[in-house]
């Protein structure tokens, strides 16, 4: 499975420190293959759902202490045993992709925050875990970072999401704007499309630079890797901003020379 494939989160990349690399891919494969499982393929949604569900019994497992022989929570086991790392973290990502099965619309930005809350802010608890950090400072600025992240990802799918008959959208904003879901299935950007894009982008972006001190505060590798996380959440958002209808013909990526860029700035 090829780390790559999970853009969400931070992943074991040759910025974070040697000793970490390991336990932060075994969180990656965990959350990667139980995204999969609620995402990928065409199983029916009660079948998802008992395999999220077998995934809850397989944590269970491990915090009673008990072993695993699943290619997945082998590693997990070892790294939450040797980083004494919460299981909760792990439970609140499989509740949202659990969410993921079963719930297609969300009525306003307040049930979409709560999706983030268990979707994207567990990894960055995780991380901080990792690096030893409890400072709930740090853990309120990872959350915003980790929201936002996952906020930009829904404008950058927004097409991807709808061929698989879901909206990340708030509903009520949609409304606000006169913007229909025949209008999102058209690709039309007409009417008052840019202005609704906007809203959403101003507000992901106040929300990431929010959380953007923690890239200070964190020294060494790890404060590297999130320096650049921050920057290539910026760099998708002015694409977006550019462009908003570019969701329907060219899903905003970040290109080689992007990286080159945010990796000086990073740096510097």
């Given at each position: 499975?090829?780390?790559?494939?999970y853009?969400n989160?931070?992943?074991?990349s040759?910025?974070?420190?040697?000793?970490?690399?390991?336990p932060?891919e075994?969180?990656?494969?965990?959350?990667r293959?139980a995204d999969?499982?609620?995402?990928e393929g065409?199983?029916?949604a009660?079948?998802?759902?008992?395999?999220?569900?077998?995934y809850?019994?397989k944590l269970?497992r491990?915090e009673?202490?008990?072993p695993?022989?699943?290619?997945?929570?082998?590693?997990?086991?070892?790294?939450?045993r040797?980083y004494a790392?919460p299981i909760?973290?792990?439970?609140d990502l499989?509740?949202?992709?659990?969410?993921?099965?079963?719930k297609?619309r969300?009525?306003?930005f307040?049930e979409i925050?709560?999706y983030?809350?268990?979707?994207?802010?567990?990894?960055?608890?995780l991380?901080?875990?990792?690096?030893g950090?409890?400072?709930p400072?740090h853990l309120?600025?990872?959350d915003?970072?980790?929201?936002?992240?996952?906020?930009?990802?829904f404008?950058q799918?927004i097409?991807?999401?709808?061929r698989?008959?879901?909206?990340y959208l708030?509903?009520?904003?949609?409304a606000?704007?006169h913007v229909?879901?025949?209008?999102?299935?058209?690709g039309?950007t007409?009417?008052?499309?840019?202005?609704?894009?906007?809203?959403?982008?101003?507000?992901a972006?106040?929300l990431?630079q929010?959380g953007?001190p923690?890239?200070?505060?964190?020294k060494?590798?790890?404060?590297?890797?999130?320096?650049?996380?921050?920057?290539?959440?910026?760099?998708?958002l002015?694409?977006?901003h550019?462009?908003?209808?570019?969701v329907?013909h060219?899903r905003p990526?970040l290109t080689k020379k992007?990286?080159?860029?945010?990796?000086?700035r990073?740096?510097f």
């Amino acid at each position: 499975m090829p780390v790559e494939h999970y853009e969400n989160f931070p992943v074991a990349s040759w910025l974070l420190p040697k000793r970490l690399r390991k336990p932060v891919e075994a969180i990656y494969r965990f959350a990667r293959s139980a995204d999969d499982i609620a995402d990928e393929g065409d199983a029916p949604a009660a079948t998802r759902l008992e395999q999220l569900a077998a995934y809850h019994a397989k944590l269970d497992r491990i915090e009673r202490g008990e072993p695993s022989h699943h290619p997945v929570f082998v590693p997990l086991a070892a790294a939450i045993r040797d980083y004494a790392i919460p299981i909760s973290p792990f439970r609140d990502l499989l509740s949202a992709f659990a969410q993921d099965v079963e719930k297609t619309r969300y009525a306003n930005f307040g049930e979409i925050m709560d999706y983030c809350r268990r979707s994207a802010n567990p990894v960055g608890r995780l991380m901080l875990h990792l690096y030893g950090d409890r400072d709930p400072r740090h853990l309120a600025y990872s959350d915003a970072i980790c929201s936002s992240l996952q906020l930009i990802n829904f404008l950058q799918d927004i097409a991807v999401d709808y061929r698989k008959d879901r909206i990340y959208l708030p509903q009520d904003e949609l409304a606000m704007h006169h913007v229909s879901e025949t209008q999102i299935a058209r690709g039309d950007t007409h009417g008052l499309w840019h202005m609704m894009m906007h809203k959403q982008i101003e507000r992901a972006r106040k929300l990431l630079q929010a959380g953007a001190p923690l890239g200070r505060h964190l020294k060494g590798r790890i404060g590297l890797e999130l320096r650049v996380t921050i920057l290539g959440g910026e760099t998708i958002l002015r694409k977006l901003h550019a462009d908003p209808g570019c969701v329907f013909h060219k899903r905003p990526v970040l290109t080689k020379k992007d990286w080159i860029v945010m990796l000086g700035r990073g740096i510097f």
